[in-house]
């Protein structure tokens, strides 16, 4: 079964600086890959996904992620991060029967 | 577009009542609707894939008779906890997607259920 590693539960940063959140799968013959980011008490919400292709994934609010199938890592990162993008964030993978199996979460706290 | 609606979005009740969640696709028809389970501070667990028109399949270690899932039409799926009890107090998120498949999913803003 596929399984979806985040390495961090949490990670601190300053405003305006950069993040990188790590995630980890288990290999696998074909992958798809997602970041999803859940504010508190909501629902999740895409941030972007990896069916084929590019390896770079453009996302919205202004991440990206990059696939990496040797290192079998789906990294994601924010150039400069807003107070706003404070929320958890998860990693997930699907498996072959076709279900979303996610991370355990990193939790992302911007301060000013 | 795509959004998706829970109803209740919190509910209080007490040990040994049963609770019904409402899932709602507004601006399209899902095929397949999925259903998730969050406790505090941790990630999301999948408790049962529901088709419209037939079963759930339910993930291992899931009560189908403790949480009974009804998908009766394309933009309706419920979860019904029966005879809830404290330990069943959780986060539950829906999904819908429209395409049936697992990869283009969207999630509903979830129901806070604390059991008495």
């Known amino acids: 079964a596929q399984s979806v590693t985040q390495l961090d539960s949490q990670v601190p940063v300053f405003e305006e600086a950069p993040v990188e959140l790590r995630c980890n799968y288990s290999?696998?013959?074909?992958?798809?890959l997602f970041w999803y980011v859940q504010y508190p008490n909501q629902g999740l919400q895409l941030l972007l996904k990896?069916?084929?292709?590019?390896?770079l994934v453009k996302g919205i609010n202004g991440f990206e992620a990059e696939f990496n199938k040797s290192q079998t890592s789906f990294h994601l990162r924010k150039p400069s991060v807003h107070i706003s993008d404070t929320a958890e964030y998860f990693c997930?993978?699907?498996?072959?029967?076709?279900?979303?199996?996610f991370g355990q979460g990193t939790r992302l706290t911007i301060n000013p | 577009g795509a959004v998706v609606s829970q109803h209740p979005s919190w509910v209080i009740c007490k040990s040994g009542t049963s609770v019904k969640i409402e899932c709602r696709s507004l601006?399209?028809?899902?095929?397949?609707m999925f259903w998730y389970r969050q406790f505090p501070k941790q990630s999301l667990m999948l408790m049962a894939t529901?088709?419209?028109?037939?079963?759930?399949?339910?993930e291992q270690g899931v009560e189908k008779d403790k949480f009974l899932i009804n998908h009766a039409s394309l933009t309706l799926s419920t979860l019904t906890v029966t005879s809830a009890h404290p330990e069943d107090s959780s986060f539950y998120i829906c999904?819908?997607?429209?395409?049936?498949?697992?990869?283009?999913?969207?999630f509903g803003p979830g129901t806070r259920l604390t059991v008495l």
């Open positions: 529901s088709n419209e028109g037939s079963k759930a399949t339910y």
């Open positions: 290999s696998s013959v074909s992958v798809y």
């Open positions: 990896y069916l084929s292709g590019s390896t």
């Open positions: 999904s819908a997607a429209p395409l049936g498949g697992a990869d283009t999913q969207y």
């Open positions: 997930a993978v699907i498996e072959g029967a076709q279900k979303l199996v």
């Open positions: 601006d399209f028809q899902a095929t397949t």
